[in-house]
């Protein structure tokens, strides 16, 4: 805050002194008011990804199939270890694998299912599903929301029903684009159409999406009746 020149080791050197806030005295702690973050940024520059599925049924599926596999087997281990026979349809199914010649139908068949449930489980490991929430901006780095698909729509739809000459409205909302069919039943279609378009915009952008989707419009008259 202040600074004082005086004849230190070299002519001409300064001394800077200690920096005293207004309202404060040295030694004194500083008022909680100085050190507690602002407010959350509003601005809407957070990003956030999707939220991953914890894809429930398809793991008690593999769960209870790799289960019941591996109880046959171990069952039918443990009962050769004790000195029984093995069960009918181990040795069936060594027998077969014996016997059976790789380009055989059935070991084909049996081998593109295994594959295509492989690639499917893959493809469930390494995508994030729950397609259907959109994620919304992160304005705080340990909070995270999202907004259904079928409620975003929703708000568009009576947003859009708000605007003068609209008889109705219907929306379909992915990702990436909403697509708005409304129809007018009075005033000019382009009127109706930029009145829509700036409606939208405002109510798309108030939703407050990580990744604010595309606006489709389309004004048409309603059919006749008859």
């Known amino acids: 805050m202040s600074e004082a020149q005086g004849s230190g080791t070299g002519e001409g050197s300064t001394q800077r002194l200690p920096v ?8 004194a702690a500083p008022s909680p008011d100085q050190h507690e973050p602002g407010p959350p940024d509003a601005s809407g520059s957070g990003r956030a990804g999707r939220f991953w599925s914890v894809r429930r049924v398809p793991a008690g599926l593999v769960a209870l199939l790799l289960l019941l ?3 046959a087997f171990l069952y039918d281990v443990a009962a ?3 000195g029984r026979s093995a069960l009918g349809w181990r040795r069936d199914l060594a027998r077969q694998l014996a016997e059976r010649p790789v380009d055989d139908t059935w070991v084909l068949v049996g081998a593109g299912v295994a594959a295509a449930l492989g690639l499917w489980l893959l493809v469930l490991a390494l995508t994030p599903g729950l397609r259907r929430v959109l994620p919304m ?3 705080h780095p340990d909070v995270r929301a999202g907004l259904h698909r079928d409620a975003a729509a ?3 739809r009576d947003r859009a029903m708000e605007v003068s000459g609209v008889q109705s ?5 992915r990702r990436r684009r909403a697509r708005v069919r409304a129809l007018s039943h009075f005033r000019e279609l382009d009127d109706v159409r930029a009145d829509l378009d700036g409606v939208l915009d405002d109510a798309v952008r108030g939703l407050g999406l990580a990744r604010p989707p595309a606006v489709s419009l389309r004004v048409a008259r309603p059919g006749r009746k008859g």
């Open 20 to 27: 005293v806030e207004r309202g404060t005295h040295p030694g």
């Open 69 to 71: 596999l591996a109880g």
């Open 80 to 82: 050769v270890r004790a």
């Open 137 to 139: 901006r992160r304005t």
């Open 154 to 156: 929703t708000v568009l």
């Open 169 to 173: 409205a219907r929306v379909r909302m």
